[in-house]
């Protein structure tokens, strides 16, 4: 069996319009893509990393350190009952403002004034002793002189006299510490203040000399800080310091170190300090929160960031970005203050140092800052 083969030539003739039609367009299409591509090439984006940076000397608080504290006043004073009992009045509260000599808590009197009875009656015995020594001593005084009693017997009645007269003398001390003692019952306020703090409630017993009320007196107000055992040596009285209040839209304030505990906290190992201002804002209230700012007084010493330092040479170097690149430029270290870096050389006040993303950088990268552009 024999297969015909159709010749191409009718279907061609009959469909060679339309044929070269499409091959233009394809002809065209490609050498327009050539053309777009020879005389418009695609912009190259650039893959600029973004670094973290800080400028050496550019804030004042390089050598500062921040401490939270409060406002306190310059006097405070822990009241507490000189003799023990049961409390049965308070007439104070928190934050209330008293008065010099108001009575603020009274404990239960019963027990002190029995023995300022007890004293009371022995006065009064010793009084009667007394009289009937004296009567004594003058009549056998006067008999004496008569010639009608001894020498003797005399001196036997001026000395129960003097007895006597040293009984009542110890009986009326008694009665007048007695007398004190009830006076004791009653807790009242040393100087003009605000009452800071409170512990001593009705029907509490409490011994004596346990303090129940905080008075600050009125006047003066301090700050209250306390700083680490660590850097108690960058610190001294008399040193300035910058005093901010969270409170009343970080209004600022100078102020000076006034006193440092001599002794640490137990539980905190930190130092008590006062900071007296210059000005008190009047708005600023006593327990309100502040930030003290200290320099360590050492103003001369460059410092940056720990995570600044890049080194694959054995020396310690830095990136610095200049004109928009970075370069490694080499250092030298005295040191370490906290999670700083003292660069004593290699360094110079203006320059930017990159703190973070230094590990995917190389001489010459183009990089742009973090929070704006290039420098």
Not at 160 to 170: K, M, P, S
Not at 301 to 308: E, G, N, Q, T, V
Not at 329 to 348: P, R, W
């Amino acid at each position: 069996m024999q297969i015909t083969v159709p010749d191409p030539k009718p279907f061609f003739e009959a469909h060679k319009k339309p044929i070269y039609i499409v091959l233009g367009i394809l002809i065209l299409a490609f050498l327009g893509h050539s053309l777009y591509k020879i005389f418009y090439k695609p912009p190259i984006v650039k893959d600029i990393p973004v670094v973290r940076t800080t400028t050496v000397g550019q804030s004042s608080n390089a050598n500062a350190y921040t401490y939270p504290g409060e406002v306190r006043g310059k006097y405070e004073s822990n009241l507490a009952f000189q003799v023990g009992g049961k409390i049965i009045s308070r007439s104070i509260n928190l934050g209330d403002t008293v008065r010099a000599g108001q009575v603020l808590m009274t404990i239960d009197p019963k027990d002190v004034r029995q023995s300022y009875n007890l004293y009371q009656a022995a006065v009064n015995s010793a009084q009667s002793n007394y009289k009937l020594a004296r009567d004594n001593a003058v009549r056998y005084e006067t008999l004496f002189s008569k010639g009608a009693v001894s020498e003797s017997i005399r001196d036997q009645y001026r000395t129960q006299y003097e007895a006597a007269a040293a009984t009542l003398q110890q009986a009326e001390a008694q009665l007048i510490a007695s007398s004190h003692q009830l006076e004791y019952t009653e807790l009242r306020a040393d100087h003009d203040g605000v009452i800071s703090a409170l512990s001593g409630e009705i029907g509490m017993v409490v011994s004596a000399g346990t303090p129940v009320a905080t008075l600050v007196q009125a006047g003066d107000r301090e700050i209250q800080i306390f700083v680490p055992e660590g850097r108690l040596n960058t610190i001294r009285p008399g040193q300035p310091c910058k005093v901010t209040f969270w409170a009343l839209n970080n209004v600022t304030a100078d102020g000076t170190i006034t006193e440092i505990a001599p002794m640490a906290d137990q539980a905190t190992k930190t130092y008590k300090v006062r900071v007296a201002l210059n000005a008190m804002p009047p708005e600023a209230k006593l327990g309100m929160t502040a930030k003290v700012q200290l320099s360590d007084g050492n103003s001369t010493d460059i410092l940056i960031p720990r995570s600044a330092i890049y080194g694959t040479t054995g020396a310690p170097q830095v990136w610095v970005v200049k004109d928009g690149k970075v370069s490694l430029t080499t250092v030298a270290i005295n040191g370490y203050k906290d999670d700083k870096v003292i660069i004593t050389s290699g360094l110079k006040t203006g320059d930017i140092v990159v703190t973070a993303g230094i590990t995917k950088l190389s001489n010459n990268m183009e990089v742009k800052i973090e929070g704006g552009g290039s420098k």
